[in-house]
């Protein structure tokens, strides 16, 4: 039981800004840790839910509404994420060997293309957020992406193979207890697929077999790109998983 608890703790303290009791945060709390990182994406889009149940109630406008959808999932996350996205982004314009790559990725410093990615993200999740907030019963769709991206960042560590023997993801994916790991997560993904069935079979269905594709194919990405998996790939993928999620509920919305 102990090693859960400390599991629980280490996805919050590492995945999210949430504040948890202090502990000890070893290998042997690493083992359980992926298997509760979407947990942190089920309190984001809780928190989200709430937020828009607010602005229905208030009257509160699109763009008031769409600017927390996009501010509160990094406020939750500390950025983490985004960071990841960033330094990919700027990894993939530089037109070099996987190894030169790997390089960027691991540079403190921002480039321009980084920058410029982070913007386009934001506003198109601004656009999307807004045109969300027309069709409330398409909302649980964007909500359990949280869960599903999660789900998917935590098995891609897990199961793919490292491009470093060194740093946060060798560290966790050597350390994870992968069985238990994948079945936990595969049970996260199914909890999600029923979720957006449930909401819209045409919808929720194209969420799911869009966000599966992706995933097949970020591994492939993740090898010939840069030999392996990362950190910063990691959260490239969680951050597409979720902008696929919330291009489903929009256009969803606009064929409803």
Request: proline residues 5%; charged residues 10%; aromatic residues 12%.
């Amino acid at each position: 039981m102990k090693h859960l608890l400390d599991g629980f703790l280490t996805a919050f303290s590492l995945y999210s800004a949430i504040p948890v009791p202090a502990f000890k945060w070893d290998r042997e709390s690493m083992r359980y840790a992926l298997c509760f990182f979407p947990l942190v994406g089920a309190v984001t889009g809780l928190l989200l839910m709430g937020w828009g149940w607010i602005c229905v109630r208030l009257g509160a406008s699109p763009i008031l509404f769409a600017s927390v959808g996009v501010l509160l999932p990094i406020l939750v996350s500390g950025g983490i994420h985004m960071d990841g996205f960033i330094d990919t982004m700027d990894a993939l314009s530089a037109h070099a060997p996987p190894e030169r790559r790997l390089e960027i990725l691991a540079d403190p410093h921002v480039g321009a293309f980084g920058v410029l990615a982070c913007v386009c993200l934001l506003l198109l999740q601004l656009g999307l957020w807004c045109q969300v907030y027309e069709t409330p019963f398409l909302w649980p769709l964007p909500l359990a992406g949280f869960v599903l991206s999660r789900a998917l960042n935590a098995l891609s560590i897990a199961v793919f193979p490292c491009a470093k023997t060194s740093g946060l993801v060798h560290t966790f994916s050597s350390a994870a207890a992968r069985r238990a790991v994948v079945l936990v997560c595969l049970l996260y993904v199914l909890a999600a697929m029923a979720l957006c069935i449930a909401v819209s079979p045409l919808w929720g269905g194209f969420l799911l077999a869009t966000g599966l594709l992706y995933f097949v194919w970020h591994r492939r990405f993740c090898m010939d790109k840069f030999g392996g998996n990362t950190g910063d790939l990691a959260g490239f993928l969680l951050q597409n998983v979720e902008l696929i999620a919330l291009a489903a509920a929009a256009i969803g919305g606009v064929t409803a």
